[in-house]
């Protein structure tokens, strides 16, 4: 079983659209979770950084937490074309070995 | 401020020889990283480093892989030699000392033939 299960879509959604992603876990001792947005042939680039349990907003952008459910979520709103981009969420202990989902693919139709 | 950078951006070469990745951290950043993510899989850890130490080297695939950091500045990833599975998107990763915040460079996309 992988630590972190991610459905690797893909996902598409029209302009305007919220859009839900999600991952879960199977490590209780992860405590910081990340998403990261990666276009092609570019690296991920850091969304959402969050620790322990609840929500982080970052304008159209909301992480969720979930410890008891071993469940973590973000959130787009009002999403738009250039949103479309593989979505990566990671996690750790609290050490620097970060790992991640196999990712998201994310098509926002205008 | 300039990003993580890596080098070079695409590498093909044949089985058996040896290949040298380059990675330059954000200034500043004690922190380095390098993770992989061969076709259809995820991006897997490779090793951090702390300045010019290695911290955590677990996820090395094998001795065929050879990670620097001379005067911890920037690092050097050697494969030598060079197999078919090890064809795959090499990124590295810096982040500030106490911080794993890390931030990614755009990848080194390795084709073994």
């Known amino acids: 079983q992988k630590e972190v299960e991610q459905d690797p879509g893909p ?7 919220i859009v839900s992603l999600n991952c879960t876990y199977s490590n209780s001792a992860f405590q910081y979770f990340m998403w990261y947005r990666q276009y092609s042939r570019k690296g991920p ?3 959402m950084y969050t620790y322990s349990s609840g929500n982080k907003e970052d304008g159209r952008f909301t992480a ?3 410890k008891s459910s071993k ?3 973000l959130f787009i709103r009002d999403s738009q074309p250039s949103d479309s981009a593989t979505y990566l969420c990671a996690m750790n202990t609290g050490g620097f070995k970060t790992i991640f989902g196999a ?5 926002v139709k205008a | 401020e300039a990003g993580v950078t890596q080098f070079p951006s695409h590498s093909v070469i044949e089985k058996g020889q040896t290949v040298t990745l380059r990675c330059d951290p954000i200034s500043g950043h004690d922190n380095l990283y390098w ?6 899989k995820e991006i897997k850890f490779l090793l951090h480093f702390v300045k010019e130490s290695k911290q955590d080297e677990s996820g090395m695939p094998n001795n065929r892989f050879l ?3 001379t005067g911890g500045t920037y690092s050097t990833l050697k494969v030598q030699p060079a197999e078919l599975e090890d064809s795959g998107v090499y990124f590295c990763a810096s982040s500030l000392q106490g911080s ?3 931030f990614f460079g755009p990848g080194t996309r390795l084709t073994v033939l």
């Open chain 1, 11 to 17: 996902l598409s959604v029209p302009e305007g659209a």
């Open chain 1, 71 to 73: 469940y973590i979520s």
């Open chain 1, 64 to 66: 969720q937490v979930d």
């Open chain 1, 45 to 47: 680039e850091l969304l």
């Open chain 2, 100 to 102: 794993n915040e890390q």
């Open chain 2, 35 to 40: 993770y992989r993510r061969v076709m259809g």
């Open chain 2, 67 to 69: 990670a620097e950091r």
């Open chain 1, 103 to 107: 990712g998201t693919r994310l098509f």
